[in-house]
């Protein structure tokens, strides 16, 4: 928001981004960390009895139900309600033509229950999946689904008949289980190779309690029900009774806090070769169902008197990017290769020879304009007499980092403003600018511009003069040389009220996308700009909508922009006249921008400012200050361009901005042995404090290896110093003296 453009503009590939109730989790694939990811459908049920952002979901109120859902809220959660008999929401966009082979499509929900009580019988409360549009409303649809059902032994199962995970009632919530939790189900369809066969990923995550259930995969054969073009998503609610003899009612009705749907390209399909078949294979490698790692399948390749391997070209990675390609793998009498090729740089590969199953790792980092990669094993002649392959990933890594382990605790809210309350703005949290400011804008911003109505902030940019109470005649700055303004706006900050390092924020809001103006959400460090950091959530102006990070450059507010853009007339037409979300996803190894579920932009925190800027010089800004918060709308300037065409008075609608972090407790947890040299700190603590990572070969006499400053989150990656291979012991201590900020210029 500080420079009209940046200098490094470049489209950087969709990461993988599903959202959660109230942004709870991030929930990834399976099988790759870094497929891409087309959001068909994102339906959070925020509005009236119509869902998601408006009054009705694709043209179709309600869904086309069979019965109504309806939109309700408790404590500031939409979620849409069903309680009669076999309720259906249908009417989706189609998936593209049919879900063809080696496609997935993944479905997801946020969902509880309402009123389960012990149950005497087994019975399907819910079920979420993908039905075939020829199908009529008295159908059992969707057919090819999970089921969540109340079991007969006083649990919850999740998945098909056969194939389930299960959760224990007693285990998971006290009292009479009448307030259930929410549960994130999340299953992926892939189409296979086999015909009429579909694999089905299924993951289960308790969000109330921060644990998963389980996953598990499994194969659905069907007849042909799914060959036909314009499949469909779906969910259906079933009201359970109770039998004869027992009073009230088991299951009430289902609550649905989100529902999305993605068509997701699976950067290796059947990773497990679950599905009986790979195009993949090659030579005289075939599948077997025996020898398996895990599951009941895996790929042999042949012996060394001919070629034989597995290889497939990946695509959708992130140029610049680390990335990890692991197999498991086994051999009998000799050697095989493993490796990774066509990725921007020379060919990388390894030998292995075991008699057991082992993971064998390969890394490799992305060219600047690479977006693919050729992974493959191959046993060759000379080589082993057999190689037996299974469960094959890729992870997008941190260069010379093995992937981060998931983080402990949950994600709480730390701050929020809904702008539910009519007349001005909380002041307690929010500071409005006064005057000319940046970019040689032409509005001098107002606390008058500034209201809330309807739910919403209200920011209005108005023609007309006002006196600049600042006019010097004779000044060289622009702010103090002009004498009138002709365009009055708004902007408000969190200086002096909050501000954050490492969390995440979610603001929804409704474009102008007018010529002249530059409505924004961003945050910037306290300190001297642009040396302490700025994020750009989004920018409008010039018929783009932005997403940006910022580092210093040389000299003096000279920043270094890496930055995205997307042109607005590439979106559907009733995309300007609609409330969108953005949200900011910002840890220590990874800051990611993301519209509507869809990342834009993904930046590493660990970037250093320019040697010869004024300011903080070779200092990483977003692993060391707090940010804070600005909302507001500019109107011409160095961005915002001509404004002769603007109507008089125009108008920016923020609906709620919302900062969440996560909180952990368990310090000594935090330390994590790598590899035998190398040890990774990764912990959350109060800002200010600082904390010691302590050592010891017997528990008792501990000794300091290094001292870190304790903000936020942050993670540090360091070698031992060469130990030897005795067991040591690891821990961090905290430590309540006080951790200068470096003096800003």
Same mark, same amino acid.
């Given at each position: 928001?500080?420079?009209?453009?940046?200098?490094?503009?470049?489209?950087?590939?969709?990461?993988?981004?599903?959202?959660?109730?109230?942004?709870?989790?991030?929930?990834?694939?399976?099988?790759?960390?870094?497929?891409?990811?087309?959001?068909?459908?994102?339906?959070?049920?925020?509005?009236?009895?119509?869902?998601?952002?408006?009054?009705?979901?694709?043209?179709?109120?309600?869904?086309?139900?069979?019965?109504?859902?309806?939109?309700?809220?408790?404590?500031?959660?939409?979620?849409?309600?069903?309680?009669?008999?076999?309720?259906?929401?249908?009417?989706?966009?189609?998936?593209?033509?049919?879900?063809?082979?080696?496609?997935?499509?993944?479905?997801?929900?946020?969902?509880?229950?309402?009123?389960?009580?012990?149950?005497?019988?087994?019975?399907?409360?819910?079920?979420?999946?993908?039905?075939?549009?020829?199908?009529?409303?008295?159908?059992?649809?969707?057919?090819?689904?999970?089921?969540?059902?109340?079991?007969?032994?006083?649990?919850?199962?999740?998945?098909?008949?056969?194939?389930?995970?299960?959760?224990?009632?007693?285990?998971?919530?006290?009292?009479?289980?009448?307030?259930?939790?929410?549960?994130?189900?999340?299953?992926?369809?892939?189409?296979?190779?086999?015909?009429?066969?579909?694999?089905?990923?299924?993951?289960?995550?308790?969000?109330?309690?921060?644990?998963?259930?389980?996953?598990?995969?499994?194969?659905?054969?069907?007849?042909?029900?799914?060959?036909?073009?314009?499949?469909?998503?779906?969910?259906?609610?079933?009201?359970?009774?109770?039998?004869?003899?027992?009073?009230?009612?088991?299951?009430?009705?289902?609550?649905?806090?989100?529902?999305?749907?993605?068509?997701?390209?699976?950067?290796?399909?059947?990773?497990?070769?679950?599905?009986?078949?790979?195009?993949?294979?090659?030579?005289?490698?075939?599948?077997?169902?025996?020898?398996?790692?895990?599951?009941?399948?895996?790929?042999?390749?042949?012996?060394?008197?001919?070629?034989?391997?597995?290889?497939?070209?990946?695509?959708?990675?992130?140029?610049?990017?680390?990335?990890?390609?692991?197999?498991?793998?086994?051999?009998?009498?000799?050697?095989?290769?493993?490796?990774?090729?066509?990725? @921007? =740089?020379?060919?990388?590969?390894? $030998? &292995?020879?075991?008699?057991?199953?082992?993971? #064998?790792?390969? /890394?490799?980092? %992305?060219?600047?304009?690479?977006?693919?990669?050729?992974?493959?094993?191959?046993?060759?002649?000379?080589?082993?007499?057999?190689?037996?392959?299974?469960?094959?990933?890729?992870?997008?890594?941190?260069?010379?980092?093995?992937?981060?382990?998931?983080?402990?605790?949950?994600?709480?809210?730390?701050?929020?403003?809904?702008?539910?309350?009519?007349?001005?703005?909380?002041?307690?949290?929010?500071?409005?600018?006064?005057?000319?400011?940046?970019?040689?804008?032409?509005?001098?911003?107002?606390?008058?511009?500034?209201?809330?109505?309807?739910?919403?902030?209200?920011?209005?940019?108005?023609?007309?003069?006002?006196?600049?109470?600042?006019?010097?005649?004779?000044?060289?700055?622009?702010?103090?040389?002009?004498?009138?303004?002709?365009?009055?706006? @708004? =902007?408000?900050?969190?200086?002096? $009220? &909050?501000?954050?390092?490492?969390?995440?924020? #979610?603001?929804? /809001?409704?474009? %102008?996308?007018?010529?002249?103006?530059?409505?924004?959400?961003?945050?910037?460090?306290?300190?001297?700009?642009?040396?302490?950091?700025?994020?750009?959530?989004?920018?409008?102006?010039?018929?783009?909508?932005?997403?940006?990070?910022?580092?210093?450059?040389?000299?003096?507010?000279?920043?270094?922009?890496?930055?995205?853009?997307?042109?607005?007339?590439?979106?559907?037409?009733?995309?300007?006249?609609?409330?969108?979300?953005?949200?900011?996803?910002?840890?220590?190894?990874?800051?990611?921008?993301?519209?509507?579920?869809?990342?834009?932009?993904?930046?590493?925190?660990?970037?250093?400012?320019?040697?010869?800027?004024?300011?903080?010089?070779?200092?990483?800004?977003?692993?060391?200050?707090?940010?804070?918060?600005?909302?507001?709308?500019?109107? @011409?300037?160095?961005?915002?361009?001509?404004?002769?065409?603007?109507?008089?008075?125009?108008?920016?609608?923020?609906?709620?901005?919302?900062?969440?972090?996560?909180?952990?407790?368990?310090?000594?947890?935090?330390?994590?042995?790598?590899?035998?040299?190398?040890?990774?700190?990764?912990?959350?603590?109060?800002?200010?404090?600082?904390?010691?990572?302590?050592?010891?070969?017997?528990?008792?006499?501990?000794?300091?290896?290094?001292?870190?400053?304790?903000?936020?989150?942050?993670?540090?990656?360091?070698?031992?110093?060469?130990?030897?291979?005795?067991?040591?012991?690891?821990?961090?201590?905290?430590?309540?003296?006080?951790?200068?900020?470096?003096?800003?210029?």
């Amino acid at each position: 928001m500080n420079s009209s453009y940046f200098s490094h503009n470049f489209t950087k590939a969709m990461l993988n981004s599903v959202n959660l109730r109230s942004c709870i989790a991030l929930m990834l694939v399976i099988t790759c960390s870094s497929p891409l990811h087309a959001q068909l459908l994102n339906a959070e049920f925020t509005s009236g009895n119509g869902f998601s952002d408006g009054a009705t979901i694709n043209g179709v109120r309600n869904w086309g139900a069979q019965d109504s859902w309806v939109a309700a809220e408790t404590s500031g959660i939409g979620y849409a309600r069903c309680g009669v008999s076999w309720s259906r929401a249908l009417n989706f966009t189609p998936l593209a033509a049919s879900l063809e082979v080696e496609e997935t499509v993944a479905i997801e929900a946020v969902w509880r229950g309402e009123s389960f009580l012990n149950a005497p019988i087994s019975a399907p409360v819910f079920a979420l999946g993908i039905s075939d549009n020829i199908l009529t409303p008295g159908n059992n649809i969707p057919a090819l689904r999970v089921d969540v059902s109340l079991a007969g032994d006083d649990t919850l199962r999740f998945g098909s008949e056969s194939n389930y995970v299960s959760l224990s009632l007693a285990d998971a919530y006290s009292g009479t289980n009448t307030n259930t939790n929410w549960f994130s189900i999340r299953m992926e369809i892939t189409r296979t190779l086999v015909a009429n066969v579909f694999y089905i990923n299924l993951k289960v995550t308790d969000l109330d309690e921060n644990k998963q259930i389980g996953t598990l995969g499994y194969l659905v054969e069907d007849s042909g029900t799914y060959q036909a073009a314009g499949l469909l998503p779906a969910m259906r609610t079933l009201q359970v009774l109770a039998p004869e003899g027992v009073s009230g009612t088991l299951f009430t009705a289902s609550h649905v806090d989100r529902f999305t749907v993605e068509e997701v390209n699976v950067s290796i399909p059947g990773p497990g070769f679950e599905w009986g078949a790979s195009s993949a294979l090659s030579g005289d490698a075939t599948v077997i169902e025996s020898d398996a790692y895990t599951g009941s399948f895996a790929a042999k390749l042949g012996d060394a008197s001919g070629d034989s391997g597995w290889a497939r070209t990946i695509t959708g990675l992130l140029p610049k990017t680390a990335y990890t390609f692991r197999a498991y793998v086994k051999t009998v009498g000799g050697s095989a290769n493993i490796g990774v090729k066509d990725y @921007g =740089s020379a060919e990388v590969s390894q $030998s &292995f020879d075991t008699a057991s199953y082992q993971a #064998v790792d390969v /890394a490799f980092a %992305t060219g600047e304009d690479m977006s693919s990669a050729t992974c493959y094993i191959y046993n060759g002649p000379g080589g082993a007499s057999s190689v037996y392959v299974d469960d094959l990933s890729l992870v997008a890594t941190e260069p010379n980092l093995l992937p981060l382990a998931p983080a402990t605790g949950d994600y709480q809210l730390i701050f929020n403003d809904e702008f539910t309350s009519e007349g001005g703005i909380d002041l307690t949290k929010w500071k409005p600018e006064v005057g000319f400011k940046r970019n040689n804008e032409e509005q001098y911003y107002r606390a008058e511009n500034l209201s809330q109505s309807g739910g919403h902030l209200v920011i209005t940019a108005k023609r007309e003069q006002v006196l600049n109470p600042n006019y010097d005649p004779n000044a060289s700055d622009w702010r103090q040389s002009r004498q009138f303004a002709f365009w009055t706006s @708004g =902007s408000i900050k969190t200086e002096d $009220s &909050f501000n954050f390092l490492y969390g995440k924020i #979610v603001c929804r /809001a409704k474009v %102008t996308n007018l010529p002249g103006t530059w409505p924004a959400i961003w945050t910037v460090g306290g300190g001297e700009w642009p040396a302490t950091g700025e994020i750009d959530l989004m920018e409008n102006f010039d018929g783009r909508i932005l997403a940006n990070f910022a580092t210093a450059g040389s000299g003096r507010y000279n920043a270094f922009w890496d930055g995205y853009s997307i042109n607005v007339s590439s979106l559907p037409a009733s995309w300007v006249g609609e409330f969108h979300t953005w949200e900011l996803v910002w840890g220590p190894d990874l800051a990611t921008i993301s519209m509507d579920g869809v990342v834009l932009n993904s930046f590493d925190p660990a970037t250093l400012n320019a040697v010869d800027s004024h300011a903080h010089p070779g200092i990483a800004p977003f692993s060391t200050f707090s940010q804070l918060l600005w909302l507001n709308l500019a109107i @011409g300037g160095n961005g915002g361009g001509n404004t002769s065409s603007l109507p008089d008075e125009t108008v920016y609608l923020v609906d709620y901005i919302r900062v969440y972090q996560k909180q952990h407790s368990d310090y000594n947890a935090a330390v994590e042995l790598l590899n035998d040299n190398d040890l990774r700190v990764d912990f959350q603590s109060i800002e200010g404090r600082r904390y010691s990572v302590m050592e010891s070969t017997d528990l008792t006499n501990w000794s300091e290896l290094v001292n870190f400053r304790g903000v936020g989150r942050a993670m540090s990656h360091f070698e031992k110093n060469g130990q030897s291979g005795d067991k040591k012991f690891f821990r961090v201590e905290v430590n309540n003296s006080q951790w200068l900020e470096p003096e800003t210029p």
